[in-house]
């Protein structure tokens, strides 16, 4: 006996397979990381960043003074707190984002 709606249904289902399949495909080349968008969004920790974190060392065996810190720091996309009040602020704490919530 011949059944055309289970050849239907089958149809069905392998068209859904080989969309679903073009999506992963399309999604994978697109982003070849696999990150998604909220972690593309998030900035690296500055504590992440060997060349901040050389910075912070030089920093600290007194190799280099704050003003130089400072101005280092900033060219690598840290900057640092430099208003009044800063004196008893940690030099290697970044400037907290300002503006919306």
Same mark, same amino acid.
């Not at 050849?7 to 990150?35: F, K, T, Y």
């Not at 400072?70 to 840290?78: D, H, V, W």
């Not at 430099?82 to 704490?93: I, Q, Y």
């Given at each position: ?17 080989? &969309?679903?399949?073009? /999506? ?6 697109? =982003? ?6 909220? %972690?593309? !969004? ?8 060997? &060349?901040?974190?050389? /910075? ?6 007194? =190799? ?6 400072? %101005?280092? !720091? ?28």
């Amino acid at each position: 006996m011949n059944h055309p709606v289970y050849a239907v249904l089958l149809l069905i289902l392998v068209a859904g397979l080989v &969309a679903l399949g073009v /999506l992963a495909v399309v999604r994978m080349w697109r =982003d070849p990381g696999g990150r998604t968008s909220s %972690q593309k !969004a998030t900035p690296p920790s500055p504590m992440d960043d060997p &060349a901040f974190t050389e /910075l912070r060392m030089r920093y600290a065996k007194g =190799d280099i003074d704050r003003d130089d810190y400072m %101005q280092r !720091a900033a060219i690598l996309g840290y900057p640092m707190w430099s208003g009044p009040g800063s004196a008893g602020s940690s030099p290697g704490a970044p400037v907290p984002p300002s503006g919306g919530v």
